[in-house]
């Protein structure tokens, strides 16, 4: 069995790191008024990017964990 170092931890950095990044991405685009959360396809677009970095994180889990014990 793999240990928590090679596996995990690895997983939790990425995501971790990458999702301070991102969140201090999607500031900076509310901030800037780059995004106006008034117009649909605006907020239509924060959700996919929101969604898209959620989906990520779960496939990445589960292909993790299905590469693990599988």
């Not at 605006?42 to 779960?58: D, E, M, P």
Request: no cysteine.
């Amino acid at each position: 069995m793999p240990s928590f170092f090679n596996t995990w931890l690895p997983y939790i950095y990425l995501y971790g790191v990458g999702g301070i990044f991102f969140l201090m991405g999607m500031v900076i685009i509310r901030k800037s008024g780059a995004i106006n959360m008034k117009k649909k396809t605006h907020r239509y677009w924060n959700k996919v990017l929101i969604f898209g970095f959620f989906y990520f994180v779960a496939l990445h889990a589960f292909f993790t964990i299905a590469a693990l014990y599988w």
